[in-house]
């Protein structure tokens, strides 16, 4: 077989555009090759055959399951900041070494003025001061710092708020403001060109942006822009046609409707509807790779330039 269908499978880097997760619409497939012998005939579904996936994760291995089990079954040790209890044995050490000083003056000094008491035994007057120590941290008190946080959770779900990693509670207690931002009202998922920088021989500052109204009138970049620029833009996408709609990246979109350019096909794009315009078929698109930050396509001009 080819060197593709030999290396390993790499969901998040080499064969990431390949992997669909649940909850997609897949809107359009195509099957450029259906004779193909390392796999069998794909079933048909009405005039087109079907598309053929491979399930790789279910239940608690994909990503939404492994959200689900990290709240359900939390790994990690439920109590507060260890600084905050720290603070906390001070000050009750603090406490401890006062009453052993006490003690200890009361048996050693003042017990020489009080000639009609017993003599306390030095062993036993350093025991009572070991026992004061050592009981400085109760047992009950890692019990007690898990329950603070116990009770922080159950006044969360009460209000049907989950929380995944309940060792961060402690943290919630220092937060004075939240911020939201719900899409929509502060965002918005529509694009807008500006302008291209860094052509040679055009100005360093992009021209200003125009209006609403002359941006619903017009609907393109008044910059001009070198044919190479244009092609760039109009053809290095992964754009495609939808029951004659343009569909894909808002960006690649925007830059599109910024040139004026036409989609005539998901593989053909046109300066202007009619003979005698520039053309450029996609001949092979190679997709964004994030290790290279780049995507390039090949295309065929066709037209004046």
């Known amino acids: 077989g080819s060197a593709e269908l030999l290396a390993p499978l790499d969901i998040k880097g080499l064969h990431k555009q390949h992997i669909v997760s649940a909850g997609t619409t897949i809107l359009m497939h195509q099957n450029p090759n259906?004779?193909?012998?390392?796999?069998?005939?794909?079933?048909?579904?009405?005039?087109?055959?079907?598309?053929?996936?491979?399930?790789?994760?279910?239940?608690?291995?994909?990503?939404?399951?492994?959200?689900?089990?990290?709240?359900?079954?939390?790994?990690?040790?439920?109590?507060?900041?260890?600084?905050?209890?720290?603070?906390?044995?001070?000050?009750?050490?603090?406490?401890?070494?006062?009453?052993?000083?006490?003690?200890?003056?009361?048996?050693?000094?003042?017990?020489?003025?009080?000639?009609?008491?017993?003599?306390?035994?030095?062993?036993?007057?350093?025991?009572?001061?070991?026992?004061?120590?050592?009981?400085?941290?109760?047992?009950?008190?890692?019990?007690?710092?898990?329950?603070?946080?116990?009770?922080?959770?159950?006044?969360?779900?009460?209000?049907?708020?989950?929380?995944?990693?309940?060792?961060?509670?402690?943290?919630a207690g220092r937060v004075e403001t939240c911020c939201f931002d719900k899409t929509g009202t502060l965002t918005s998922d529509s694009m807008e060109v500006g302008g291209v920088h860094g052509l040679s021989g055009a100005s360093s500052e992009l021209p200003p942006l125009p209006s609403n109204g002359e941006r619903e009138c017009n609907g393109g970049l008044e910059q001009p822009l070198p044919f190479l620029t244009t092609a760039t833009m109009a053809a290095c996408s992964g754009l495609t046609i939808i029951e004659g709609e343009v569909v894909g990246d808002p960006?690649?979109?925007?830059?599109?409707?910024?040139?004026?350019?036409?989609?005539v096909s998901p593989d053909l794009v046109a300066a202007r509807v009619g003979k005698g315009a520039d053309r450029l078929q996609v001949l092979h698109r190679f997709p964004f790779a994030s290790e290279l930050q780049r995507m390039a396509v090949i295309v065929r001009h066709q037209g004046p330039r």
Not at 81 to 102: D, K, T
Not at 251 to 263: D, T, Y
Request: hydrophobic letters at 45%; one cysteine or more; aromatic letters at 10%.
């Open 34 to 171: 259906p004779k193909v012998g390392h796999v069998k005939k794909p079933p048909t579904v009405g005039c087109s055959s079907a598309a053929v996936g491979y399930v790789l994760r279910t239940g608690f291995g994909t990503t939404q399951g492994k959200l689900c089990r990290t709240i359900l079954f939390s790994v990690e040790r439920v109590t507060v900041q260890s600084r905050e209890a720290l603070h906390f044995l001070m000050i009750l050490l603090a406490f401890a070494i006062g009453a052993c000083c006490y003690v200890l003056y009361d048996g050693l000094v003042l017990a020489e003025l009080r000639p009609e008491e017993p003599r306390r035994s030095t062993f036993k007057l350093f025991l009572s001061v070991s026992h004061i120590l050592t009981s400085v941290v109760p047992p009950e008190f890692p019990i007690m710092l898990s329950l603070a946080v116990n009770l922080s959770l159950i006044a969360l779900v009460q209000k049907h708020i989950y929380c995944t990693e309940p060792f961060r509670m402690p943290f």
């Open 251 to 263: 960006l690649e979109r925007a830059a599109l409707q910024a040139v004026r350019w036409l989609m």
